[in-house]
């Protein structure tokens, strides 16, 4: 069974660009649930989608935004980068919620802003 | 707002020796995750507790669960270099969001 994907895995991006991230689930699951990885901050939840809604949303600027399609692979959009935004991004997969299902973790996506 | 600690944040070890990471939270939680995460990668999980007085092992790693005093151990038994790593523990609090909350994190290195 095919584990979660994350594409791209690097990414260098400059201050004020926007940028798509990428997150396809292990076949079956449901519920897609993206976090950020700083030195500073460390593991920090950011939003949950569930069946193409979002559920569940973390404390993060309205430039982080994101959404799921209907075959479950979901994205996140940061508009206006900052250089705070460098960070790995983690997405993790479950069949539903966290509080029933384990979370799957991906490879990330290391972006880097410049 | 659920707050998770973990302690200690780093932690040199020799090989072969035991020793304990602790991971305190705030807030009442019946599920609790323990992963691994090597340099640069993403988050291996460990194990599951999902109850009071809920013990698990896999090699030299034990974890447990103290729901009672919110208190979750990962003791190492003889260490060996393999076993170097950060290791997270996160909590789901059995109240609003049903999102992982991260302990900080310890950075375990053993040393030969």
């Known amino acids: 069974k095919a584990g979660v994907t994350q594409t791209p895995r690097y990414l260098i991006k400059t201050r004020g660009q926007q940028v798509t991230l990428s997150c396809s689930p292990i076949s079956g699951h449901r519920s897609v649930s993206w976090y950020q990885q700083t030195p500073g901050q460390g593991l920090q939840f950011l939003f949950e989608?569930?069946?193409?809604?979002?559920?569940n949303k973390g404390n993060f600027p309205g430039r982080f935004s994101g959404r799921q399609f209907s075959n479950s692979r979901s994205e996140m959009n940061v508009s206006t980068l900052e250089l705070g935004d460098s960070a790995l991004y983690l997405c993790?997969?479950?069949?539903?919620?966290?509080?029933?299902?384990?979370?799957?973790f991906g490879p990330g996506t290391r972006l880097t802003v410049t | 707002e659920l707050k998770v600690e973990q302690n200690p944040l780093f932690l040199s070890m020799q090989e072969g020796k035991n020793y304990t990471i602790y991971c305190n939270y705030s807030t009442t939680s019946d599920r609790l995750y323990w992963y691994r995460q090597d340099p640069g990668k993403s988050l291996e999980s460990l194990f599951v507790?999902?109850?009071?007085?809920a013990v698990k092992q896999e090699g030299r790693l034990m974890a447990s669960l103290d729901t009672k005093a919110r208190l979750s151990t990962l003791h190492i038994t003889a260490a060996v270099h393999d076993l170097s790593a950060t290791y997270f523990c996160?909590?789901?609090?059995?109240?609003?969001?049903?999102?992982?909350?991260f302990g900080t994190g310890t950075r375990l290195t053993i040393i030969p």
């Open positions: 996160a909590v789901i609090s059995n109240f609003g969001n049903e999102k992982l909350t």
């Open positions: 507790l999902l109850s009071n007085g």
């Open positions: 989608y569930f069946s193409e809604t979002q559920r």
């Open positions: 993790a997969s479950s069949l539903g919620g966290a509080a029933t299902y384990e979370q799957y």
